[in-house]
């Protein structure tokens, strides 16, 4: 079964965006095994520092580099990505370059009617950076926007349109991952 990490760009424990996250990982556990990733405890990033990072971020780089593919599940703050989110991806883009040619999925939800549209815009772009270089699924794209009406007290994703996009979605997802994890054993042979 394929390995997937999530990294979540909100650390507040109430995370509309990890509990899309946690959604997403029970939904689809026949599909795909996945783990959410912490990046609480990742320090701002140090060029001054980066050949010998703290215990986090090596284990952040480790988990990272063991998967198959990222899923970016991302806020909208200011228009773009929050800046833990951000710092992540400084981290993971340096040394050992740990995201280039691994596939990468992006969610988003935000309490917006647009559903984080311009910072997924923005991470796209990102992700497309030589440090980084990671291989997106065209299309997919998936805007959870009023997210605060679509998942109830107990934190379930409640909203029908959203669960039934986000199967076709996660389909769509695996067979593209396996198709490029083939495309790689090619590469490699
Ligand atoms: C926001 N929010 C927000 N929403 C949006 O749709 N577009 C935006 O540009 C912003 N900007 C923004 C900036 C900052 C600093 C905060 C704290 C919030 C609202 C945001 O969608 C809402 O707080 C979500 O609940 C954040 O995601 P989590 O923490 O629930 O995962």
């Given amino acids: 079964k394929m390995k997937v990490v999530a990294i979540v760009g909100s650390i507040r424990k109430e995370s509309y965006n990890l509990k899309l996250a946690h959604y997403i990982q029970n939904r689809f556990k026949h599909l795909f095994q996945m783990e959410v990733l912490s990046i609480r405890e990742i320090p701002f990033y140090d060029q001054d520092i980066e050949n010998s990072p703290p ?16 899923l970016w599940v991302t806020p909208e703050y200011n228009s773009t990505i929050p800046g833990v989110m951000a710092n992540a991806i400084d ?32 991470l796209r772009d990102i992700l497309f950076a030589s440090g980084i270089s990671s291989p997106l699924l065209p299309g997919n794209e998936v ?5 605060h009406e679509k998942f109830n007290e107990k934190g379930e994703l409640t909203d029908e349109p959203t669960r039934q996009y986000l199967d076709l979605v996660a389909e769509n997802f695996v067979k593209w991952m396996k198709e490029q994890s083939r495309l790689k054993q090619i590469q490699t042979a």
Avoid: E, F, N
């Avoid at 215990?55 to 990222?70: E, F, H, N, T």
């Avoid at 935000?110 to 815009?121: C, I, Y």
């Fill in 55 to 70: 215990q986090s971020v090596i284990d952040l780089k480790k988990k990272v580099a063991a998967a198959d593919a990222v």
């Fill in 91 to 122: 981290w993971l883009s340096r040394v050992d370059k740990v995201m280039v040619g691994k596939p990468s999925w992006i969610v988003g939800a935000s309490m917006g009617l647009l559903g984080t549209v311009k910072a997924q815009g923005h």
């Fill in 143 to 147: 805007y959870v926007g009023l997210v």
